[in-house]
């Protein structure tokens, strides 16, 4: 059985991503499917990797429920301008915090992928 701790979409992008980072790290790619092991033994590209695949999953879920608290203000504003204008604060405050999440991911997986591809054999 899975490990709830790392319950993130799967898809092909991904794999291929565990995929390059197996290949740079010199292993020969074999089983990338370790579920249930949250520490693989002598995996630690693996286990990096998952770290920051599980932390940007609870800031994207941080960032929901800001959407979703700021949404039910608002909706339940009934009207009144300073709980709505605090309800837009809240959601502007997550659309550039999702913002802010985005530009860091891209930036870890190019510098990521620049530092395995310099250090590549």
């Known amino acids: 059985m899975p490990s709830p701790l790392f ?17 740079a ?17 002598g995996d630690l590209p693996t286990l990096v990797y998952r770290i920051i695949v599980t932390f940007f999953t609870l800031l994207g879920l941080i960032f929901l429920m800001m959407m979703l608290y700021g949404g039910y203000n608002w909706l339940t504003s009934m009207g009144e ?32 992928g620049k530092m395995f591809a310099a250090t590549a054999p």
Do not use: M
Request: glycine share 10%; aromatic share 4%.
């Open 25 to 41: 790290a010199g292993n020969d790619g074999g089983d990338l499917k370790t579920q249930g092991k949250i520490f693989p033994a």
């Open 81 to 112: 301008e300073e709980k709505v204008e605090t309800a837009k604060k809240t959601i502007t405050a997550a659309v550039i915090g999702i913002l802010v999440i985005i530009a860091s991911y891209s930036i870890t997986v190019f510098v990521i």
């Open 7 to 23: 319950a993130v979409a799967k898809n092909d992008a991904s794999d291929a991503v565990l995929g390059n980072v197996h290949k």
